[in-house]
């Protein structure tokens, strides 16, 4: 069974930083697609960042591009997001996913088949 635990969430001011981690069990990193999600109160699940396996290239959804950074470890299967310049609009639960083999659209939620339980992030103003 694929296991994916997230950590590194919490309070933080407007401006700051936070660092994810998310370490997954059961198949490796590199084989897999991952990404990251989060989801606001009364809203969707959003897409905010993937990483592909073998080349290590990346995809940021236009909200987080240029302040957020997706990257793994692949000796420990862990991926990160690294969070700057936090909004008060970026409060949310985050989510790491694996993707499934083979998709058509990196950024679509119901391509992915493997959750964690999610972390809470809240940015204060």
């Known amino acids: 069974q694929v296991q994916l635990v997230e950590s590194g969430g919490g309070l933080v001011q407007a401006g700051g930083s936070l660092r994810l981690s998310c370490v997954a069990s059961?198949?490796?990193?590199?084989?897999?697609?991952m990404g990251w999600f989060r989801q606001a109160p009364g809203k969707e699940r959003e897409f905010l960042a993937a990483?592909?396996?073998?080349?290590?290239?990346?995809s940021y959804a236009d909200s987080v591009k240029g302040r957020f950074t997706i990257s793994t470890d692949n000796a420990k299967n862990t991926v990160y997001l690294q969070m700057n310049s936090l909004k008060p609009e970026d409060t949310a639960v985050y989510y790491c996913a694996q993707r499934r083999l083979w998709g058509q659209r990196i950024s679509d939620v119901r391509e992915y088949d493997y959750w964690g339980q999610g972390t809470q992030v809240t940015v204060s103003s």
């Open positions: 990483i592909t396996p073998n080349s290590g290239s990346t």
């Open positions: 059961g198949r490796t990193l590199r084989t897999y697609t």
